[in-house]
């Protein structure tokens, strides 16, 4: 078993809004990374941290036009943070905010090991500044619109801000963090990421201003009260803060022992900050740099990013949760988002993966066993008759595969849930919970109950897809904490809650009557709710244009149908499954992507005209329809193996998939 330390962080998010879509899924993948490696290790080697990030100009005046003094105003919005997180099953070990008095404290401390260092210095300070962004901007951050420069990332007004400030030699760093960024510890990932870092490292740092006049909510500088302490200085050190301040990291005592295995999750538009301006300060106080910076893509509503001020992509967790409750919202962007890539939100996705996975695969695998158990046994089942390992394969119903057994996708899962792949690692547990009721169908238990000479080899029957279940709730635990206790409730076994499977040998156990935990929702319903839950400028326009998922197919109303053909002819098409195990750019090519497939068998390489509809990022870990048969080419010098299925004529409007996960290679007929 794995003993190691594991310290996970979310951002500390700013109070200028309450937790939406994005702030839930950062929230919720530290959370099942951070309960993966709890019931690995122990809850005394995890040290879970997020919280609130509540100084900076913006709270200023947030607060006065509410009329409340700042502390007030973050009160109140901690408050409901807490009430929501604790609401999505969010187990930090601590909510750090950046007004308490320890922090104060580790800030005036880091600090003044900076300025010791000789590293901070005094000069003018003469630049445009994003409120929104709380970051000096320059000229290529900036667009102009009606003769206003604005931010790039808001669309609002910059500041012009002419001041004395303390500054940072970021510059000194360079060759430092080039270095870390190219050595085997994978500093920074995904590797986009970290070949992003290294760009904007080698085009040349420039010192950045850590101080401001101009601000009063704040921590002051120490020895000039005047100047207020930048606000990103101010937030990064909350990670060092949460563990006991800069001194107990250093010693590594105590709970500064956590920072050897420091591992940051964030969302892109914070990754300059924690991959290039973080390790420098870090290496300015004496201290080392985290072991790793994670860096997520953006979720977005209909292909545009979710944002606090755009309401056509607000998705309300908690109006969500009303209906279905937390744990398969929480499953939904932990299984169907691939992290590191980008995600585009649907409520008609989050549905099918209700349906198709909770409810008719977990769900009735579930519903069946306890059913039968109560219907056979009076709901005992006992330790009897379970599979050795070495037979586990032969309950895999879909390829046959004598290799494949429960351990298999145990062990997968744990390299997935390690490597920070949480939809991989959810794959590997629906393995069994899929292999499990194809178990049942080839058993025919109702036939087995008919003999009484058969009632030993019923129980063990029984038996195994009762460990199928307790594994998969440990499994899935992670994912939906609320959901797998209820499995291991309705399985007689609650006393494994917070554990990890090992040993493939059913305890025994006294069921509880069967409940169901994914009860259907009817078409009609959805419809409804998604009415409901949708805000009304979702289906208005966007201003600008319009992502190319809403994009009308051009003149495919006016095309004549395609010729009719015999079903011999579609034979000769060897349509297969195929998953995306690596994308990259065409270069000068703004249309293509490069793909490398997993076809089950082998690997091969297909150049796809999908650029300007999905990123690299968002194509990892997909599954796509793949025609294997098509004569290989040369596109741009690049050898094409064949093709992807998508829809749309003159823009591509969307791939071509499927309703369940299938392995690749699989023949589409």
Request: aromatic share 10%.
């Amino acid at each position: 078993m794995d003993t190691a330390r594991f310290f996970i962080t979310t951002p500390i998010y700013y109070v200028n809004a309450l937790p939406h879509l994005g702030t839930f899924y950062s929230t919720v993948v530290a959370d099942a990374l951070a309960r993966y490696h709890r019931a690995r290790s122990g809850k005394d080697n995890v040290f879970f941290l997020t919280g609130l990030d509540e100084h900076g100009l913006k709270i200023e005046r947030i607060a006065r036009d509410k009329g409340l003094e700042p502390q007030a105003y973050c009160d109140g919005i901690a408050a409901e943070f807490k009430k929501i997180w604790a609401r999505a099953g969010i187990s930090y070990s601590r909510f750090i905010r950046t007004t308490e008095p320890d922090h104060r404290a580790a800030v005036i401390e880091m600090w003044q090991r900076i300025m010791a260092n000789g590293d901070i210095y005094t000069a003018d300070y003469d630049g445009f500044y994003c409120v929104g962004c709380e970051e000096s901007k320059t000229e290529d951050d900036l667009i102009v619109e009606n003769g206003e420069k604005l931010c790039r990332i808001h669309r609002t007004p910059v500041e012009r801000v002419k001041e004395k400030n303390y500054f940072f030699r970021l510059s000194k760093y360079a060759d430092r963090l080039l270095e870390w960024y190219a050595s085997d510890a994978q500093p920074v990932r995904p590797e986009s990421r970290r070949n992003e870092v290294a760009e904007f490292v080698r085009g040349g740092l420039r010192d950045i201003s850590i101080s401001r006049l101009s601000v009063k909510w704040g921590i002051p500088v120490p020895g000039d009260p005047q100047h207020v302490i930048y606000v990103w200085i101010d937030a990064l050190t909350n990670y060092l803060t949460a563990l006991g301040g800069p001194a107990a990291v250093e010693a590594g005592t105590g709970n500064g022992a956590f920072w050897a295995d420091a591992h940051h999750l964030i969302a892109k538009d914070i990754l300059r900050f924690h991959a290039v301006y973080w390790p420098a300060i870090l290496w300015s106080a004496g201290l080392p740099p985290p072991k790793q910076v994670f860096c997520h893509g953006y979720l977005t509503v209909k292909g545009q990013k979710i944002s606090k001020s755009i309401p056509a992509t607000r998705v309300d967790p908690n109006a969500i949760a009303d209906e279905l409750g937390v744990d398969p919202l929480r499953y939904f962007v932990l299984r169907e988002y691939t992290l590191g890539g980008d995600g585009d939100f649907t409520y008609e996705a989050l549905f099918q993966r209700y349906e198709s996975d909770l409810g008719n695969d977990l769900g009735n695998l579930l519903n069946r066993t306890v059913s039968m158990a109560h219907r056979y046994f009076g709901g005992v089942v006992n330790a009897t008759g379970t599979l050795p390992p070495e037979q586990l394969y032969e309950v895999w119903p879909h390829t046959g595969d004598t290799h494949w057994n429960a351990h298999v996708s145990r062990m997968t899962a744990e390299e997935a849930w390690t490597d920070f792949a949480p939809s991989r690692a959810l794959e590997a547990t629906w393995q069994i919970v899929r292999a499990f009721n194809g178990y049942i169908e080839k058993q025919k238990p109702w036939n087995l109950a008919k003999d009484p000479a058969k009632r030993g080899a019923l129980e063990a029957m029984l038996a195994n897809c009762c460990e199928a279940l307790r594994w998969a709730a440990l499994m899935v635990a992670p994912a939906m904490p609320t959901a797998a206790k209820e499995i291991l409730r309705q399985l007689g076994r609650s006393a494994d809650e917070g554990t990890w499977p090992t040993e493939w040998q059913w305890p025994g156990g006294i069921l509880e009557q069967p409940q169901p935990i994914f009860p259907r929702i009817e078409p009609e319903k959805q419809a409804a709710l998604i009415a409901r839950w949708m805000p009304a400028e979702a289906t208005a326009p966007a201003t600008g244009a319009p992502p190319a998922a809403t994009k009308p197919a051009a003149h495919a109303a006016d095309a004549p149908p395609p010729a009719e053909i015999a079903i011999d002819d579609f034979a000769k098409i060897d349509l297969r499954v195929a998953k995306v195990v690596a994308c990259e750019r065409v270069p000068k090519a703004d249309k293509l992507l490069k793909l490398t497939l997993d076809v089950g068998s082998e690997q091969r390489t297909v150049v796809s005209g999908i650029a300007l509809a999905y990123s690299p990022e968002q194509m990892v870990g997909r599954t796509v329809i793949y025609l294997a048969n098509l004569k290989p080419a040369k596109i741009r010098g690049v050898l094409s193996q064949g093709m992807i299925l998508a829809a749309g004529d003159a823009d591509v409007l969307g791939l071509s998939a499927l309703d369940r996960d299938v392995a690749p290679g699989t023949k589409v007929r």
